[in-house]
């Protein structure tokens, strides 16, 4: 395997550290996009941007972008990862600290998941610049909008375009080498309680508390670390005007998730009836969605890209760990949709917190990983 230069991690470094310095929250992709879609233009690469956006909540498309194999039927596979982040709560200021990136400020680094966008421009720079060796397999490389808030920007993908038999994104937060053999169904539940307003201290007995309904609703309802594979969370919950005006409006947003999706539908349906018991009993009324935000799945023991990503994890010196994940990403997108993908932890540390960091060596160990990724794929049938 070709190791990557130091002229390549450097650079590496470099990029990682300015995509996450542009802040691209879900929904404000457009600079990182822009940053993506120049970089590839500078390496000679022809690249475009979909029409995504609008439909997935964005000001940018997915970015997509081929290389070319040195043999023109040695297969191609894809290589994935999205360019939002969640919100970031204090200016973005990447600095290397005792080995690792993390932010200056207190908020996010973005390292979920530009560490795995900085290897994807890496790749693009050793096998599509001018000059450059061709990758030994083909390589498609796909850069995803509002990945953090429903997979949308993955969902909007026309997978016609794809000449890929399987891809991979790099899109778990745990050490580099681990594989999310499984990943859970995960419902949505939006629900909005209607009540009567009515003066608090004038006329209480004339109003009707949404808010007291909606908690009525939440003691009922089991709630945390179900079983070993399932989870239910209510995260929000607003309502209300003024201390002194009984609500007449609030709204709930909760989620259930999990590896069974009988037992997810099951629980699903327990919170609703939960909502339901308790307007009627507050003499209220309930608006309530329910959405399917993804599919889960789980890869089976000797699908070909779990073989092709365990002999690419151990050309590296990782030895591959199988794991179930409580989490979602892109390929949920893409296999819900008949294309086998499979997610590969970046090694990032803490995201989605504020001391969000990733090591160095996870970071160029990652890109590591995707070389050999491209390499072993061109040495077996893609």
């Known amino acids: 395997m070709r190791r990557a230069t130091?002229?390549?991690?450097?650079?590496?470094?470099?990029?990682?550290?300015?995509l996450c310095a542009i802040e691209s929250p879900t929904g404000d992709e457009r600079g990182v996009a822009d940053r993506v879609l120049a970089e590839l233009t500078a390496i000679g690469l022809q690249a475009d941007e979909d029409g995504s956006g609008p439909l997935a909540g964005a000001?940018?498309?997915?970015?997509?972008?081929?290389?070319?194999?040195?043999?023109?039927?040695?297969?191609?596979?894809?290589?994935?990862?999205?360019?939002?982040?969640?919100?970031?709560?204090?200016?973005?200021?990447?600095?290397?600290?005792?080995?690792?990136?993390?932010?200056?400020?207190?908020?996010?680094?973005?390292?979920?998941?530009k560490a795995a966008l900085a290897v994807l421009l890496g790749l693009a720079g050793r096998f599509g610049a001018a000059g450059a060796l061709p990758p030994p397999v083909g390589l498609e490389l796909l850069f995803t909008v509002s990945e953090e808030?429903?997979?949308?920007?993955?969902?909007?993908?026309?997978?016609?375009?794809?000449?890929?038999?399987?891809?991979?994104?790099?899109?778990?937060?745990?050490?580099?080498?681990?594989?999310?053999?499984?990943?859970?169904?995960?419902?949505?539940?939006?629900?909005v309680v209607h009540g009567r307003a009515a003066h608090a201290g004038v006329r209480p007995e004339e109003g009707r508390s949404a808010i007291v309904a909606a908690a009525r609703a939440i003691a009922a309802m089991e709630l945390g670390r179900l079983d070993a594979e399932t989870t239910a969370n209510v995260g929000t919950i607003a309502g209300g005007t003024a201390t002194n005006v009984v609500p007449e409006r609030c709204r709930i947003e909760a989620e259930v998730r999990g590896h069974e999706s009988a037992r997810v539908q099951a629980e699903t349906t327990r919170i609703v009836d939960a909502l339901q018991d308790a307007v009627n009993a507050e003499e209220c009324d309930l608006d309530v969605i329910v959405t399917t935000m993804f599919e889960g799945y789980r890869v089976a023991s000797r699908a070909p890209e779990l073989e092709l990503a365990e002999r690419a994890l151990r050309a590296c010196g990782y030895e591959p760990k199988p794991i179930v994940s409580g989490g979602g990403s892109d390929a949920n997108a893409f296999r819900a949709r008949g294309f086998p993908c499979l997610n590969?932890?970046?090694?990032?540390?803490?995201?989605?917190?504020?001391?969000?960091?990733?090591?160095?060596?996870?970071?160029?160990?990652?890109?590591?990983?995707?070389?050999?990724l491209v390499e072993q794929a061109g040495a077996a049938p893609a």
Not at 156 to 180: K, M, N, Q, W
């Open 344 to 372: 590969l932890a970046d090694g990032t540390e803490h995201n989605h917190e504020p001391d969000e960091r990733i090591s160095v060596d996870a970071l160029e160990g990652l890109f590591e990983v995707a070389i050999a």
């Open 149 to 191: 808030t429903g997979l949308h920007g993955a969902k909007g993908f026309d997978l016609g375009r794809l000449e890929s038999r399987f891809g991979y994104v790099f899109d778990h937060a745990t050490p580099v080498g681990e594989i999310v053999i499984a990943s859970p169904t995960y419902h949505r539940i939006e629900a």
């Open 59 to 113: 000001n940018a498309g997915n970015v997509f972008t081929r290389i070319p194999a040195a043999e023109s039927d040695a297969g191609t596979i894809l290589l994935c990862a999205h360019m939002d982040t969640v919100p970031p709560l204090a200016p973005i200021e990447p600095v290397r600290v005792d080995g690792g990136w993390t932010n200056a400020n207190e908020g996010i680094l973005g390292a979920d998941d």
């Open 6 to 18: 130091d002229g390549e991690r450097e650079q590496l470094n470099d990029t990682f550290a300015a």
